[in-house]
T-cell receptor, first 115, second 117 residues
Framework: AQKITQTQPGMFVQEKEAVTLDCTYD???????LFWYKQPSSGEMIFLIY??????QNATEGRYSLNFQKARKSANLVISASQLGDSAMYFC????????????FGTGTRLKVLA | GAVVSQHPSRVICKSGTSVKIECRSL??????MFWYRQFPKQSLMLMAT?????????EQGVEKDKFLINHASLTLSTLTVTSAHPEDSSFYIC?????????????FGPGTRLTVL
């Protein structure tokens, strides 16, 4: 069965430092997509970054990068130069297979950036 | 681009009434929209997948007669919580898929907080 695991319920990071949020997944389908979303206290889900299972290179979007290790089935989010506004809940999600557009979400990691 | 709106953002109603929540894709056409429910400090739970012009597909355990979904156009889907009860109080979030070649990324609305008294 498909599964997404985020083992860190909460993380702290000092402002301007980098932080890694862990995500592991389990699927038997060779075609899948991995996503990271940020949910601030306002509740909206903000799309951060996407990695396809066939992508050869790790995805990057500004200060966000995805450390994709296919053999380990991990898709960790790296936030560089943390800012106070990065404090939020972060969810990892997976879309499994082609033709299905449903996501499975992890349980989330709450990140707090310290001044 | 890829903006999704939801209305209302917050609603308080009495037990037994019905509540309609609208989800609109503002700058793109969304053939598929999704409705999620989120309890405090928990993850998102998919309730149903909504395709324009066809019946919604509900996830296991979600009562289709309780949560009516209509996807009347490529930019609008509605969720109606019928005969709401306090246990229906939750944060409801919709998303829309941009589709096309590429990521099939879902873009989310800002959510609707429903409180049933």
């Amino acid at each position: 069965a498909q599964k997404i695991t985020q083992t860190q319920p909460g993380m702290f990071v000092q402002e301007k430092e980098a932080v890694t949020l862990d995500c592991t997944y389990d699927t038997s389908d060779p075609s899948y997509g991995l996503f990271w979303y940020k949910q601030p206290s306002s509740g909206e889900m903000i799309f951060l970054i996407y990695q396809g299972s066939y992508d050869q290179q790790n995805a990057t979007e500004g200060r966000y990068s995805l450390n994709f290790q296919k053999a380990r089935k991990s898709a960790n989010l790296v936030i560089s130069a943390s800012q106070l506004g990065d404090s939020a809940m972060y969810f990892c999600a997976m879309r499994e297979g082609r033709g299905t557009y449903k996501y499975i979400f992890g349980t989330g990691t709450r990140l707090k950036v310290l001044a | 681009g890829a903006v999704v709106s939801q209305h209302p953002s917050r609603v308080i109603c009495k037990s037994g009434t019905s509540v309609k929540i609208e989800c609109r894709s503002l700058d793109f056409q969304a053939t598929t929209m999704f409705w999620y429910r989120q309890f405090p400090k928990q993850s998102l739970m998919l309730m149903a997948t909504s395709n324009e012009g066809s019946k919604a597909t509900y996830e296991q355990g979600v009562e289709k007669d309780k949560f009516l979904i209509n996807h009347a156009s490529l930019t609008l889907s509605t969720l109606t919580v019928t005969s709401a009860h306090p246990e229906d109080s939750s944060f409801y979030i919709c998303s829309a898929r941009t589709g096309g070649r590429g990521t099939d990324t879902q873009y989310f609305g800002p959510g609707t907080r429903l409180t049933v008294l």
